[in-house]
């Protein structure tokens, strides 16, 4: 296992180090990406989570959006119900031919503080934040101007006259600065097999500065809320609702649908679940008005410690004119730790 972790770690960071804000349409699969009271939220004493996704690949091919993040929590009991959380993550994205990426490494706690219940039933209110230190790259040969456009679909190999202030020189540029986030939870365990929750995060609280030419523009704000639950059908059956809205200055993005649990037999190494779900995106035109980003179709399966998740984004938009199966596919990788449960529930299982 500690070899497993040694390659993931170095696979990762050798990816992600040379962004928009990181977008994954599986967000129940990246809790620390989500919320940072999400910290330790979880049925077991330590988690490990493995997330990456391709964006447009049949579109811009070697060009794709690729992101990419690692993530570790654990939770400690303190007094006689609450609970600590401490984690660490690792986040980045490449995007484009400019190369234009993120690198993030964060730290993130929180607390979880009981409100009422009892031992398989529950209400909890977490209190979470994170601080983080970003870098953002370019490759300035990269980039592309309108006078280089042969004005017949190609392009002209000259150089910019002077159209990028500080990228004339044919050096790679990058920034650093802190980020910080905090988060709240709410969470009501009504039985093993019946839950529900509701956040809500605010991200680059301290508005730092993102420009690449020495100029004051500061990364906006955002703010994610978020909820969702399990709902018991039937002993075998499960359904999933949730939703997302990320409001960003004037950006705004929705996320919702659910999925379909099936609890399959108690194994050796545990109970195993298969799932499946169909989500919809959609975002806002900054000159008014709605539009229909994509349809979002979801499996998953857990057996015991290990879970895997497999999600492909079907583009609607007017992107889809690029080609056909012009869509992004994500990939999600859990493992959990259990060690010793004093108790059978404690929080809902994303």
Not at 42 to 60: F, V
Not at 99 to 118: C, R, V
Request: aromatic share 14%; glycine share 10%; charged share 15%.
């Amino acid at each position: 296992m500690n070899r497993f972790l040694v390659l993931v770690f170095w696979l990762l960071v050798s990816t992600v180090l040379v962004g928009q804000d990181i977008h994954f349409s599986q967000f129940y699969m990246a809790p620390l990406n989500l919320n940072p009271a999400l910290t330790g939220v979880t049925n077991n004493s330590q988690r490990l989570i493995l997330n990456y996704r391709n964006q447009w690949a049949p579109a811009l091919g070697a060009n794709a959006y690729n992101t990419s993040s690692l993530s570790y929590d654990v939770r400690k009991p303190v007094a006689d119900r609450d609970y600590f959380g401490i984690g660490g993550s690792l986040y980045g994205d490449v995007a484009g031919e400019s190369n234009f990426g993120t690198f993030q490494a964060k730290l993130s706690g929180s607390y979880s503080k009981f409100l009422s219940g009892g031992y398989k039933n529950s209400n909890y209110l977490v209190l979470g934040t994170d601080i983080g230190f970003t870098q953002n790259r370019i490759t300035p040969e990269n980039l592309r101007w309108p006078q280089q456009h042969n004005g017949v679909g190609g392009w002209n190999d000259a150089a910019p006259s002077g159209e990028a202030p500080g990228f004339d020189d044919g050096s790679i540029s990058n920034i650093n600065y802190l980020d910080l986030s905090v988060g709240l939870l709410f969470f009501s365990v009504l039985d093993e097999f019946n839950n529900f929750y509701a956040g809500i995060s605010m991200s680059h609280i301290n508005s730092p500065n993102v420009s690449f030419l020495n100029q004051d523009v500061s990364l906006y704000v955002k703010t994610t809320v978020h909820a969702g639950a399990e709902l018991e059908l039937t002993p075998t059956y499960s359904i999933l609702p949730g939703a997302i809205v990320l409001l960003q200055g004037p950006h705004r993005e929705y996320n919702a649908g659910a999925s379909l649990r099936f609890r399959m037999k108690d194994t050796a190494v545990g109970r195993q679940y298969v799932q499946f779900g169909v989500w919809f995106r959609t975002g806002n035109r900054v000159e008014g008005g709605l539009h229909a980003d994509a349809a979002i179709f979801s499996a998953r399966m857990d057996n015991g410690n290990y879970g895997i998740g497999f999600s492909y984004d079907a583009t609607v938009s007017e992107f889809r004119r690029a080609g056909t199966a012009n869509g992004s596919v994500e990939l999600s990788l859990n493992y959990y730790i259990k060690g010793e449960q004093k108790r059978r529930i404690y929080c809902p299982s994303f």
